[in-house]
């Protein structure tokens, strides 16, 4: 396991609790627009200052009774053998633990679930699954992604989903075929809301992605509109 940063208080990350923000280096993907590429590529992750689980674990300890829970991201923290371990002592703790994750990995998510280490879920759905690879820029088995979605949708979990809204990746009528996918698999009904979120061009995986405009409020909220009354929808990032 290998930390690469933590924050140590967030009204935001967990709805409607206090929490911790823990993030595990390492991803699957290689999106363009990622905000966090030192969490993401092999060299920059070899200059990354890891924090020893020692040391979190001394942390959350001094924590108890103050913090509500724990939210786990990344990097994509499903790619980590031992992440049930890992949870396992913060839930030992007396904390809540939300899981973010690309949903590529549904036999660590079925696992999680089975042992009941997670308490919130929240998914990052990348674009329409005809434009998840150019998006992310790597291999992706939609199986997989549909899988993860499923299982989370039958255990009763709480589960958001939220999109990063990049112009010139994503339109407003990617929106349209990502609603139509997600009501065919029955989840758009069992989700606690969607995000949808403002990209941010300050500092990115691939340089280029910084100097592209982000999309205004207006056409975010004309984006969220498609899912009609669906599902609760949250503009984020403004």
Known sequence: MFIGGLQKFSLIDYPGKISAVVFLSGCNFRCGFCHNPELVLPELLKNQEKISEKEFFEFLGMRQGKLDGVCITGGEPTIWQDLPEFI????????????DTNGTNPKMVKKLIDLNLVDYFAIDIKNSPEKYEKTVNANVNIADIEKTLKIIRDCGIPMELRTTVVPGLIVREDFVKIKEWLEGLGVLEKVSLYAIQQFRALKTLNKDFENV????EEE???????????????????
């Open 88 to 99: 396992k002592k913060i839930k030992d703790l007396g904390f809540l633990v939300k899981l």
């Open 213 to 216: 405009k982000p999309y205004s």
């Open 220 to 238: 975010l909220g004309e984006m969220g509109k498609i899912f009609g009354d669906k599902v609760r929808i949250e503009i984020r990032g403004i």
